[in-house]
């Protein structure tokens, strides 16, 4: 028994010297990692440059293969959360939203997660990156950015915007362009709260004709971010909820929103993707509205899914 202990101790220290670096200055292995949080070590161990030939060839190959998909042919209007949550686990963001706030104001209560010194708090679960539902090993970010770039690059006509306090703020994307760059992009754009039916109202104001659009965001319940008023409209956890009883209230239903574009654009046969990568409740209609599709988390099918939709095979 003390053998086999030994034997296993001795392997994890052989393991463990793989990722450091000797300092002849003091006699100590240290870990060879730079700007990153100390819980972060045991994803990242070593930190390692990469080799820019192979990132090289890697990119080439991505976006050669991107362009031999062949187009669906219809116009888009991709929305996309972009902000802290949709790459870092809550506990590691700089700020998130109080759940014991008051109710009657508008304005929710923000507080920080972080103490002083960086630690993170203590209460829950701690993860460094937030996970897409499904595939655990995907950040929501990086799964909107490539999803979206992917119909960017054998698409026509493609918007691409990110949701802000006033609404949407679409960018000005070259389809040439890498992931990285765009993903720089949107993460730099002018991002703010979800609300759903944002990118609906912004293609009516502007009589933009759109076939299909698509909400990523991590999850629906970020809608209690939003003041009392801006929730009318949805349900309980960002659901599908009834219309609002005073005429005076703005209805923010995606699901109706889409009804009244398709009313007043002339657009019938448009319809309404909303994406939840990290999270599993969802239910953007109560299966009264056609042409609305809610997909949960992420997996190498759902690209097919969504074309086959767009494409109206699920009529």
Not at 205 to 218: C, G, L, S, W, Y
Not at 287 to 309: T, W
Request: contains cysteine.
């Amino acid at each position: 028994m003390k053998y086999e202990k030994i034997k296993s101790a001795a392997i994890k220290t052989a393991r463990r010297r793989t990722k450091q670096q000797f300092d002849p200055k003091t006699g100590l292995w240290h870990w060879n990692v730079k700007n990153f949080h100390p819980k972060e070590l045991k994803y990242r161990g070593i930190d390692q440059p990469p080799n820019a030939d192979i990132i090289t060839a890697l990119s080439t190959l991505l976006n050669e293969t991107l362009l031999l998909i062949p187009p669906v042919g219809v116009r888009y209007l991709i929305t996309m959360d972009m902000r802290e949550h949709m790459y870092k686990g809550r506990h590691f963001c700089k700020s998130r939203t109080s759940k014991h706030g008051d109710q009657n104001n508008d304005h929710v209560q923000q507080t920080s997660t972080s103490s002083d010194n960086g630690n993170p708090d203590e209460r829950g679960k701690k993860r460094v990156f937030a996970e897409c539902f499904y595939y655990n090993n995907v950040i929501p970010g990086r799964a909107a950015v490539t999803i979206a770039s992917h119909i960017l690059k054998r698409e026509r006509e493609v918007m691409i915007a990110v949701f802000t306090d006033e609404g949407i703020h679409t960018s000005a994307l070259d389809r040439n362009l890498g992931f990285p760059e765009i993903e720089n992009i949107l993460i730099n754009a002018m991002n703010g709260k979800v609300q759903l039916d944002a990118p609906i109202k912004w293609a009516m104001e502007t009589n933009t004709k759109i076939d299909i659009f698509i909400n990523m965001v991590d999850r629906p319940t970020r809608y209690m971010e939003l003041g009392k008023k801006a929730r009318v409209g949805r349900g309980p956890g960002g659901r599908y909820g009834p219309p609002p009883k005073s005429p005076s209230l703005e209805d923010h239903c995606p699901a109706r929103a889409l009804e009244k574009y398709r009313l007043q654009c002339n657009q019938p046969n448009s319809k309404l993707i909303v994406m939840s990568l990290a999270s599993q409740r969802i239910c953007t209609t109560d299966n009264n509205h056609s042409g609305i599709l809610d997909i949960i988390g992420i997996d190498k099918y759902v690209p097919e899914v969504m074309d086959a939709f767009a494409k109206g095979k699920f009529n």
